[in-house]
């Protein structure tokens, strides 16, 4: 296996001995971009990758498939370095590493334990029991096609945040959006397609409808704890609002489409920007009907958006104590 | 604390290096009334005990004491606020914060004082509170409401798997903010906060727990009706003791059962007076006072799906296509 360092500094290379490495500086580095092989392992120096930007590493990191990655923290950056193995780390090094922690017996277990997750880890059971027959990504044939699950998330009011938080606030903002969506596509072993200042829109396996539908209403009802803790935000709520459809898709590895447009992607683009309200969710065609009977009553019928029918869940609205039990 | 840890030698220089001789002795009288160094050394009083022997007497002495994390505590305060209005540099500080990491404990930069490392162990003190001490203490206190007909009208299997949920979603969501779960009582609980925002993480812990119970009822939940909670926090002083027996004979435990019970209805959660001043306007806009008259100044919070709208704002243009 052989070991790529992320780093500025060369005196990390005193941790590994005997082993293949290769040293590449951050700014370099775009870890779902690259061809990760089954035989490479990264390992992450966060001492060099601005405070800011770690957590958007991390989630890089994470979210890039086939990736096997490890941490170096010499500078206990980390409040819990166990939640990385929970993100899908496979090794972690504290200030405590010594020269030469990094050898070829230390490489082979993490093979080995990377591959008994590959196999038999939470990530792989829950990838079992939730994706049925799906494939996987890597499976997918470019210029087949697909069904897929579309899910578009959109922050309401990009703009008049923009200008009433600032750039800087604004771009922080943005970092936590970004974070909210890549935990739910990591969670439902999705893909994020494309992205902008306001809007996500991401794959998943055609069967994770109902658990989709689930988590962006976790996020709804949680809004404005997630304001006040993830946002930072202290006079108003951000709002996030999603449309998702099940749709056939003309399959292209990401960051390869080229020109290729899907008309089902471009209608879930123009549902997000043109038709859905803030803090609600919008389902396309009768994705509201594979629910369950108990999600189900809660889309209502929201008229038609370019000839298609569309379900809607309209948020949560919180008071004091309901006016009938009071 | 091991008398021989790195923490406590760096803790020794400092005192010897910082304070000198009579600053230690006055911050050794500080913690043990009519603290005598020379006595505690056998030294006649009309000896001048050498300083470096000193400050090594007094930090064993309060580590002998438990009062070795106080005594730290004290350094960070000096270093950062000064001492009678004079400013003192510590020498050394960060050295004596990252030994006590080492030893696990953190320190909450709110209170300035040590907790135990959530990495290395959790105990419903922190590691440090002490049994028979009053402290200053937020309570989250919430109960499934009806639970006889829960019980009567579904399958033990059923109710398990139910309740086994809301204890393990309790917990959770209560050591995410440095909570600790004190007392489970089958049908509900009580956790308590103590370190960083206390007030605000029990009712950011309250809310998030009513919004996961209204997600579970549209969803998973097993039994034959949504389940009904009811939950409270309020904050006061109460004397810790480890036995839960105790703890609810505390007249700030029986205080928020009190208001979960009495004054709360289902599927609400109230903060009493004393926390709903130190909840920030973003949080608090979502409560409101009870409808009905309660002799308690409280605040409810519940969450539902909201009805339709009539008519949908207008959105904005689309600038480009993908």
């Known amino acids: 296996m052989r070991a790529v360092l992320v780093t500025r500094s060369k005196a990390l290379e005193l941790l590994f001995d005997g082993v293949e490495l290769v040293r590449r500086s951050p700014a370099e580095l775009d870890p779902s971009a690259l061809p990760w092989g089954q035989d490479e392992l990264v390992y992450l120096d966060l001492g060099s990758v601005p405070k800011r930007q770690r957590s958007e590493w991390l989630e890089r990191l994470a979210a890039a498939r086939g990736l096997r990655w490890a941490v170096i923290d010499r500078g206990r950056a980390l409040d819990d370095p166990a939640a990385l193995f929970r993100l899908g780390a496979v090794d972690y090094l504290g200030a405590e590493a010594r020269e030469g922690v990094v050898d070829r017996a230390r490489l082979d277990d993490i093979r080995a334990y990377a591959e008994r997750l590959d196999n038999h880890g939470p990530k792989a059971a829950r990838h079992r029991a939730h994706h049925g027959g799906f494939p996987g990504w890597d499976a997918l044939a470019e210029d087949k096609s697909y069904e897929l699950c579309a899910l578009y998330a959109g922050v309401w009011d990009a703009d008049g945040l923009r200008t009433r938080l600032g750039e800087l606030r604004f771009s922080r903002f943005k970092a936590a959006a970004a974070g909210i969506v890549n935990a739910l596509v990591q969670e439902h072993g999705g893909l994020l397609w494309i992205s902008d200042d306001q809007s996500f829109l991401a794959l998943f396996p055609p069967e994770l409808a109902s658990q989709l539908v689930v988590s962006a209403m976790r996020i709804l009802a949680n809004m404005r704890l997630i304001s006040y803790e993830q946002l930072r935000l202290e006079q108003e709520v951000g709002c996030l609002y999603f449309c998702l459809r099940r749709c056939e898709l003309p399959w292209q590895k990401p960051g390869q489409t080229g020109t290729v447009v899907s008309d089902a992607l471009n209608y879930m683009y123009h549902l997000g920007r043109k038709f859905t309200p803030p803090c609600s969710i919008d389902l396309v065609d009768e994705l509201a009907d594979s629910l369950d009977p108990r999600l189900k009553t809660l889309f209502i019928d929201a008229g038609s958006f370019e000839n298609r029918p569309i379900r809607r869940f309209h948020g949560f609205e919180s008071a004091g104590a309901p006016p009938d039990q009071a | ?322």
């Open chain 2, 1 to 322: 604390m091991r008398h021989k840890s790195p923490v406590v030698l760096n803790v020794t220089r400092t005192l010897y290096l910082s304070l000198g001789m009579e600053l230690s002795l006055r911050l050794a009288r500080s913690f043990v009334e009519g603290y005598d160094v020379n006595r505690r050394m056998g030294f006649p009083p009309s000896v001048p005990v050498p300083v470096q022997d000193a400050v090594n007497r007094i930090v064993l002495d309060l580590i002998e004491a438990g009062l070795f994390i106080e005594l730290v505590e004290w350094l960070v305060r000096t270093d950062r606020h000064g001492y009678m209005g004079k400013q003192y540099a510590i020498a050394g500080i960060d050295e004596i914060l990252n030994g006590m990491e080492q030893e696990g404990y953190l320190l909450d930069p709110e209170s300035e004082s040590f907790y135990e490392d959530p990495r290395k162990q959790r105990t419903p003190s922190w590691g440090r509170l002490k049994v028979g001490v009053e402290y200053p203490i937020t309570l989250l206190r919430i109960d499934i409401a009806n639970n006889t007909r829960v019980v009567r009208a579904n399958g033990a299997a059923e109710v398990e798997a139910a309740y086994d949920y809301i204890r393990e979603l309790f917990q959770r969501i209560a050591e995410k903010r440095r909570g600790r779960v004190w007392i489970w009582e089958g049908d509900g609980g009580m956790a308590a906060f103590q370190y960083g925002h206390p007030n605000m993480s029990a009712t950011l812990c309250g809310m998030e727990f009513m919004n996961e119970i209204l997600l579970y009822n549209l969803q998973a939940n097993p039994l034959d009706k949504p389940i009904q909670l009811r939950a409270a926090a309020h904050a006061g002083f109460l004397r810790y003791s480890e036995n839960p027996a105790e703890l609810l004979r505390e007249e700030l435990v029986k205080e928020t059962v009190e208001i979960e019970s009495r004054y709360t209805a289902p599927d609400s959660f109230s903060i009493s007076a004393s926390i709903a001043p130190h909840v920030d306007g973003i949080v608090k806009d979502c409560f409101a006072p009870p409808r009905e008259y309660c002799p308690r100044e409280i605040l409810s919070y519940s969450i539902r799906p909201r009805p339709a709208r009539a008519q949908a704002p207008a959105k904005r243009t689309v600038r480009d296509r993908v």
